[in-house]
């Protein structure tokens, strides 16, 4: 029964808001659902933050933090900048929000050769991932505890070959909290001053996957590789996130697509193999 009640929060409320749900009494559930938005609100932020004061909580994870080797540290970040600081000239992959970080870590043992960098704006969450990285048999993968909204001061036009955004927080409701989705037309601005070539999007909310190729197509953003339920559509080398994991368990379908922006929307662009600098389009 709890898990029916989790189900249909997540579609109401946002994918965090049921996570710290499923930390608290159980009687708050059904009283969510049915009560308007402004109660779900004060109920949800009361729920987030009882799972947050749990998760600091995690006596391992400021020693984690501050030690693991995985995580980039700001002053190098300025000091040398991202391609510099992988020490080799392969492509970087960057991932928004990584959670746990299943994906990152299984994507980088699977390919040597990519530089990954997954990052994520909660320290105990990124904390968890960097801690499994090495059992996982990760390679070049390197952490960066970052919110999206400031990742125009960090990385430089041509620095990202690849973004992935899996299972980004739907922010249902409200126009307000549309602009939180990693989808919305602010996200995508940000992703053209990078110069980033392809976004590779997952989610298994049905209304964000409608928001998101609506706010592609805004932008004249190329869609291609679309898929409706991914576990069935035959994609061979798909790497299951957390989230992913548990939903399609529970019977989700999930929904994928690839997305590139225009070449005249991008600052800088070299359609080859990496090898340094952006080209300047001539
Ligand atoms: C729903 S979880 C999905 C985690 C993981 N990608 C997966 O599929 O299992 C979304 C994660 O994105 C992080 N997140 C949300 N908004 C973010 C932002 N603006 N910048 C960085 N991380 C963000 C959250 O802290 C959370 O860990």
């Known amino acids: 029964m709890a898990d029916v009640y989790y189900s249909v929060l997540r579609k109401y409320l946002t994918a965090e808001y049921a996570e710290g749900a499923k930390h608290c009494k159980l009687y708050f559930a059904p009283f969510a659902?049915?009560?308007?938005?402004?109660?779900?609100?004060?109920?949800?932020?009361?729920?987030?933050?009882?799972?947050?004061?749990r998760?600091?909580?995690?006596?391992?994870?400021?020693?984690?933090?501050?030690n693991n080797p995985r995580i980039i540290r700001d002053a190098e970040v300025?000091?040398?900048?991202?391609?510099?600081?992988?020490?080799?000239?392969?492509?970087?992959?960057?991932?928004?929000?990584?959670?746990k970080g299943r994906?990152?870590?299984e994507s980088s043992r699977q390919n040597p050769n990519i530089n990954y960098i997954a990052m994520e704006r909660e320290p105990v969450i990124l904390a968890a991932a960097a801690r499994q990285a090495e059992e996982r048999g990760a390679h070049a993968l390197a952490f960066l505890l970052l919110d999206a909204d400031?990742?125009?001061?960090?990385?430089?036009?041509?620095?990202?070959r690849r973004l992935y955004i899996n299972f980004c927080d739907p922010w249902p409701g409200k126009k307000k909290r549309a602009k939180r989705r990693l989808t919305h037309e602010k996200y995508l601005i940000m992703y053209e001053k990078l110069d980033i070539p392809e976004l590779h999007f997952k989610t298994d909310n049905r209304p964000l996957f409608e928001f998101s190729l609506e706010s592609f197509s805004a932008r004249d953003w190329r869609i291609k590789n679309v898929s409706l339920d991914l576990h069935q559509s035959g994609m061979e080398d798909n790497i299951k996130t957390e989230y992913e994991e548990k939903f399609s368990g529970q019977g989700f379908p999930i929904y994928r697509l690839e997305a590139a922006p225009p070449k005249?929307?991008?600052?800088?662009?070299?359609?080859?193999?990496?090898?340094?600098d952006p080209i300047p389009p001539t």
């Open 33 to 53: 659902v049915i009560l308007p938005s402004f109660f779900c609100d004060i109920l949800a932020l009361t729920i987030i933050s009882e799972e947050k004061m």
């Open 55 to 66: 998760a600091r909580k995690k006596k391992w994870a400021p020693g984690e933090l501050a």
């Open 78 to 99: 300025h000091a040398k900048g991202f391609k510099k600081y992988f020490d080799n000239t392969n492509p970087i992959y960057l991932e928004i929000g990584c959670g």
């Open 103 to 105: 994906f990152a870590a």
């Open 150 to 160: 400031v990742l125009l001061d960090y990385f430089r036009p041509g620095d990202i």
């Open 264 to 276: 005249s929307k991008r600052v800088f662009y070299d359609d080859g193999l990496d090898t340094g």
